[in-house]
């Protein structure tokens, strides 16, 4: 990256990137750790994942895609 000094980056972008990043201490944080057995895991899964798939045509568009290469199983 020798020509760096030679970017046009935006005075904008610039200044974002010259400014500090103000992070908070932190210190009032308390991590818990909670128990959760899998079968409530798997429950959780089900209940939040999308049933169906958003491309049901997903399956037969992959098998009528010809492979131009030839290959042995």
């Known amino acids: 990256m020798s020509d760096s000094q030679q ?3 935006a005075e904008a ?3 974002l990137l010259g ?3 103000n992070l908070p201490n932190g210190s009032a ?3 818990q750790s909670v128990k959760v057995d899998i079968s409530e895991i798997i ?3 089900e209940k ?3 049933i169906s798939n ?3 045509d997903f399956i037969e568009r992959k098998k009528s895609t010809a492979i131009p ?3 042995t199983l």
């Open 48 to 50: 939040l994942l999308p």
């Open 29 to 31: 944080f308390a991590s």
């Open 19 to 21: 400014a500090p990043v």
């Open 54 to 56: 958003s491309r049901p």
């Open 7 to 9: 970017s046009k980056i």
């Open 69 to 71: 290469v030839r290959f």
């Open 13 to 15: 972008v610039a200044e």
């Open 43 to 45: 429950a959780l899964s």
